[in-house]
């Protein structure tokens, strides 16, 4: 089984910056895809990035694209996301996702794999 922790959430002003990291664990497979996903308060949860295994494939809600950068080190089996720019409407657990492959996959059902999220908060 895989294991996806999530960390480096927390609060932060409209404007600032968080670095969320996604660590797997456990018997990890290759190749991978994975994503990040989010869900506010009473809401869905929505895709924000998604990436290949390679690395060189990405893909981002436009809500987030320009502000936010997905990116992996797959030699440290871990995932990425550089948010700049955060504004209140940010503010969600984010969750980490991966699946088996090398594509770029958007949807909730195509991922196997769920991290137990990080809270960001951004404060206006």
């Known amino acids: 089984q895989v294991q996806l922790v999530e960390s480096g959430g927390g609060l932060v002003q409209a404007g600032g910056s968080l670095r969320l990291s996604c660590a797997a664990s456990?018997?990890?497979?290759?190749?991978?895809?994975m994503g990040w996903f989010r869900q506010a308060p009473g809401k869905e949860r929505d895709f924000v990035a998604a990436?290949?295994?390679?690395?060189?494939?990405?893909y981002y809600a436009d809500s987030v694209k320009g502000r936010f950068t997905i990116s992996r080190d797959n030699a440290k089996n871990t995932l990425y996301l550089q948010m700049n720019s955060l504004k209140p409407e940010d503010t969600a657990v984010y969750y980490c996702?991966?699946?088996?492959?090398?594509?770029?996959?958007?949807?909730?059902?195509?991922?196997?794999?769920w991290g137990r999220g990080t809270q960001v908060t951004v404060s206006s």
């Open positions: 996702a991966a699946a088996y492959g090398n594509t770029i996959l958007t949807k909730k059902y195509e991922y196997g794999y």
């Open positions: 456990g018997r990890t497979f290759s190749p991978n895809a």
């Open positions: 990436i290949s295994w390679s690395g060189s494939s990405t």
